[in-house]
């Protein structure tokens, strides 16, 4: 299994194909194997494919200590060292891509270009873990809350409705590389504690933000369109993209469109 | 039933007994109810002992908002007032004695002697829900927790051995009427985010800070034993008694010591 030591931790990865690195960044709590069942096979045609799992899922470590978004940027610059990669297009969604923002502030040499997927600067009152979270993983188990929270956040009534094998396609991988229910709260917690807000005029390099028209978790102060537009503005050069008709889990839900936005951005 | 609306709620409570006014003060999330197993008893017989149910407890009102130790307190001042109950001994338990010392602190004259049993100034570090507890409710349920916890934290080894009919007794009482989860939440917040830790000077009144030898248990940062002397340090005119072999509930499973100990201070 190819890991990479890093602050004392082992950080698992997988490697696919050549060209220009792309790392990505997976959601809260998310381990790096969601990224097969779409992604890596399309740009891994043309492009050295970095996935990995965050500490505290999948097969790497998990140490039972406080976790930052900081920490997780930390642990993929060792293994972009660790890869001899100079610099690399840098995807996050959602958590993920609060830990980008932060690869793109503290190593901006690191990064070519900038692609943050559904994701914001701060939460605004956010510290801690959230009491509606924590009153439904309580009330209906871990597993059931992942699935019930994704289904609600992620995807739209009409593709639950009319697409349930692609649905459980994602939910085997999603479900099956979940970790122990620790390591989703210090995902969380990590989160919350995230604070780029004051500091998005400082990042540079090109920037994709991307979020899909139907995301609003009525459960949340500030939804993921929101934050998205906070961002937006906030970079001095990023491109706005809205995907029609989408919630948060477009990756998995409607690939063909997402790539293509995407790869128009690399283009240009 | 007896209740008054108060600060926009109705709040629950029950008086007992004729002379001086007693108040007490549960821990977090618990109504007045546990107060009757033996408190009431005792020190009805020559005080007018006065229990309640905290907003979000037992039969009084549930408003799904933020709630702080300030609310608790203020919510009591107005069940004094509507009492006309002035002067009154003050015994809170854990949380209750943070809404107690609060009472000392802003409405001085309604308090004549204080006893802080099993509590503390503040959390110095974990300001929102505690990532143990909600792992713990999370893996066991609400209600699986709240009972492993009131054992593990309220008795020791030895006593839950040799006396589990009687720990049955009081979680019946306690497990009864136990509140939705959403409010058990909104209690931890309240609790973790008061601090009185820098007002303690200005506590006048003769206080009584009571704690098991035994009460060590850790659910953030910081044990009541460690908080109970950092009470007894901080407030003036406090004497500090350690109730040998007893963890965090004394009064269900000794009451002829914490009576004798209580009473003999009332008789100072």
């Not at chain 1, 459980?168 to 390591?183: I, M, Q, S, T």
């Not at chain 2, 300030?70 to 009492?83: A, N, S, T």
């Amino acid at each position: 299994m190819p890991t990479v030591r890093t602050n004392e931790t082992e950080i698992y990865y997988e490697v696919h194909g050549q060209g220009q690195p792309f790392l990505f960044f997976s959601e809260t709590a998310c381990s790096g194997e969601i990224w097969k069942l779409n992604q890596v096979a399309e740009f891994s045609k043309d492009h050295m494919v970095i996935i990995h799992d965050y500490r505290g899922t999948g097969r790497s470590s998990k140490p039972s200590i406080d976790y930052t978004t900081r920490m997780f940027c930390d642990d993929a610059v060792a293994l972009l060292d660790h890869l001899k990669v100079k610099d690399a297009i840098v995807l996050g969604h959602s958590m993920g891509g609060r830990v980008a923002q932060l690869l793109a502030l503290e190593y901006p040499d690191r990064v070519k270009k900038l692609i943050l997927a559904s994701t914001g600067a701060s939460f605004p009152g956010g510290a801690g873990l959230p009491l509606q979270m924590c009153k439904e993983m309580i009330e209906w188990g871990y597993e059931k809350y992942v699935r019930e929270h994704t289904i609600q956040v992620g995807f739209t009534d009409d593709f639950v409705r009319s697409q349930p094998e692609r649905l459980e396609a994602f939910f085997k991988v999603r479900l099956a590389n979940l970790g122990p229910v620790e390591f989703y709260l210090r995902h969380v917690l990590s989160r919350q504690g995230h604070d780029t807000s004051g500091r998005l005029k400082d990042i540079r390099m090109p920037t994709l933000v991307m979020v899909g028209e139907n995301e609003g978790d009525p459960k949340v102060v500030m939804t993921h369109r929101m934050s998205s537009d906070v961002l937006a503005k906030g970079i001095p050069n990023a491109k706005f993209v809205m995907l029609a008709q989408q919630k948060h889990n477009y990756f998995a839900s409607d690939p063909a469109a997402v790539h293509k936005v995407i790869r128009e951005f690399l283009r240009n | 039933m007896p209740r008054i609306r108060v600060n926009d709620i109705d709040l629950y409570y029950e008086e007992h007994g004729q002379g001086r006014p007693m108040v007490f003060l549960s821990e977090p999330a618990c109504d007045g109810e546990v107060w009757k197993i033996n408190q009431v008893g005792e020190f009805s017989k020559d005080h007018r002992v006065i229990t309640f149910d905290y907003r979000g407890t037992g039969q009084s009102s549930k408003p799904s908002i933020d709630y702080t130790t300030k609310m608790f307190c203020d919510d009591l001042v107005g069940l004094m007032d509507h009492l006309g109950a002035e002067q009154a001994i003050v015994v809170g338990h854990s949380m209750g004695g943070r809404v107690a010392q609060l009472l000392a602190l802003d409405h001085a004259k309604k308090v004549h002697k204080l006893v802080l049993a099993s509590t503390g100034a503040h959390y110095p570090l974990t300001k929102g829900l505690p990532l143990k507890i909600i792992k713990e409710m999370i893996e066991w349920g609400y209600e699986k927790y709240e009972r492993n916890h009131t054992i593990l934290v309220g008795w020791t080894d030895e006593y839950v051995k040799r006396h589990p009919e009687k720990i049955e007794a009081y979680l019946k009482v306690r497990m009864h009427n136990l509140c939705p989860v959403e409010f058990y939440l909104r209690h931890l917040i309240a609790r973790q985010s008061h601090d009185t830790s820098q007002r303690l000077k200005d506590i006048k009144q003769p206080t009584l800070i009571l704690v098991g030898d035994g009460d060590r248990n850790m659910t953030s940062e910081i044990n009541h034993r460690m908080s109970s002397e950092i009470l007894a340090q901080g407030i003036p005119n406090s004497k500090l008694v350690l109730l040998p072999n007893e963890r965090h509930s004394y009064f269900f499973s000794n009451p002829d010591l914490a009576h004798k100990t209580i009473r003999e201070f009332i008789a100072e």
